[in-house]
């Protein structure tokens, strides 16, 4: 059937179509293009949003981290609080330097040191 009608139209018209035919192959490679180009954009999108949550974990675990560290650092405290009362309470009690540094396996300067912060 083309043939038939290709042989009424006249150049102008033959240039036309062939300038129209090849108008639609480059839409229909443009409109391609564009849906590749989508496609890549909502791959990214997801992989942003799972950097995103792994993020989030991640900080999450560092705070979780953090807190157990402070929570640590405050029961060390706490024992080294108690630790130095019970020095103040056997030197009280009469024990020696010496035998209050060898039950806390301490050095003695450091029991003497706290012995002396008993008597303040």
């Known amino acids: 059937m083309n043939k038939l ?3 009424r139209l006249n150049n ?3 240039k036309y179509l062939s300038k129209e035919e090849e108008f ?3 839409y229909i490679e443009y409109t391609s293009d564009l849906v590749d180009a989508l496609e890549e954009v909502q791959k990214l ?3 942003r949003e799972k ?3 792994e993020k989030e974990r991640i900080v999450q675990e560092k705070e979780e981290i953090q807190q157990e560290k402070e ?3 405050k029961e060390k405290e706490d024992v080294l609080v108690r630790e130095k009362k019970a020095i103040c309470r056997m030197f009280k009690a ?3 330097i010496k035998d209050i540094a060898e039950v806390f396996e301490m050095d003695l300067k450091i029991v003497k ?3 002396d912060s008993c008597k303040n």
């Open 5 to 7: 009608i290709k042989d």
């Open 12 to 14: 102008e018209e033959i």
């Open 24 to 26: 639609k192959k480059a």
């Open 45 to 47: 999108g997801k992989e």
């Open 51 to 53: 950097l995103g949550e």
């Open 71 to 73: 929570k640590a650092q």
């Open 94 to 96: 009469g024990s020696s």
């Open 113 to 115: 040191n706290i012995i």
